[in-house]
């Protein structure tokens, strides 16, 4: 079945710094590749997602590509914010199986 | 709009007690999925339903676990004789249309279910 690898964290970063938190997936088809981001004391919220090879997902200034040929769907953010702490996860989900596949989450904790 | 609400948001019991866990999906939304999360790790999927058929329950643990949603739109989880390893936050999302992954997931706060 589908699974996701993602950058074991916690991640401690300066506000204004560059973000990067790695994701890659097996899966057999062709799946749809998601970031959710949960905020302390929240519910699981979709932060962007990507379709298809080498479309880019982008919400709040963070970024994620599509890349078939490394099997990968990368987060990143050029400037973090101290509001941007959270934990987020990475998922995929198949065509024609509308269940989720999660990684097990990064922590990031962005300090003023 | 309300969101997914899922009741009660924290449920304690004593080993071999039977639980139910709500869940009051965005209204109109076909698709309910609930989803374990073990501390520390990201949610694993549990089961669906396409209105009130349940399509896929492969992610059950256990015939302990039994999931229903009789009218297509409130579910209920039900864990019966409940073991320490139950303990985990229970996660439902619902989504407006079936067969379209592209859909997001709206998701709950989640039960916390503890296990004494």
């Known amino acids: 079945g589908n699974s996701v690898t993602q950058m074991e964290g916690p991640v401690t970063l300066s506000e204004e710094a560059f973000l990067t938190i790695n994701c890659t997936y097996t899966a057999t088809g062709y799946p749809s590749l998601f970031w959710y981001v949960q905020y302390p004391g929240e519910g699981l919220q979709l932060l962007l997602k990507?379709?298809?090879?080498?479309d880019k997902g982008s919400n709040k200034g963070f970024e994620a590509t599509y890349r078939k040929e490394t099997t990968s769907f990368h987060l990143e953010k050029g400037s973090v914010q101290v509001s941007d702490s959270a934990v987020y996860f990475c998922a995929n989900g198949d065509i024609g199986s509308e269940k989720l596949v999660f990684g097990k989450g990064t922590k990031l904790t962005v300090n003023p | 709009g309300a969101g997914v609400s899922q009741s009660p948001r924290y449920k304690v019991a004593k080993r071999g007690q039977d639980v139910a866990l709500r869940c009051d999906p965005i209204?109109?939304?076909?698709?309910l999925f609930w989803y374990q999360q073990a501390l520390g790790q990201g949610p694993e999927f549990l089961t669906y339903f396409q209105n009130e058929a349940q399509l896929d329950k492969s992610g059950l643990p256990s015939d302990r676990f039994f999931a229903e949603r009789p009218e297509g739109s409130v579910s209920t989880l039900k864990i019966q004789r409940t073991q320490q390893e139950d303990s985990a936050v229970y996660l439902c999302?619902?989504?407006?249309?079936?067969?379209?992954?592209?859909?997001?997931?709206?998701f709950g706060d989640g039960t916390r279910l503890s296990i004494l």
């Open positions: 999302a619902s989504s407006p249309w079936t067969g379209d992954i592209n859909q997001p997931q709206h």
């Open positions: 990507a379709t298809k090879a080498d």
């Open positions: 209204s109109g939304h076909v698709s």
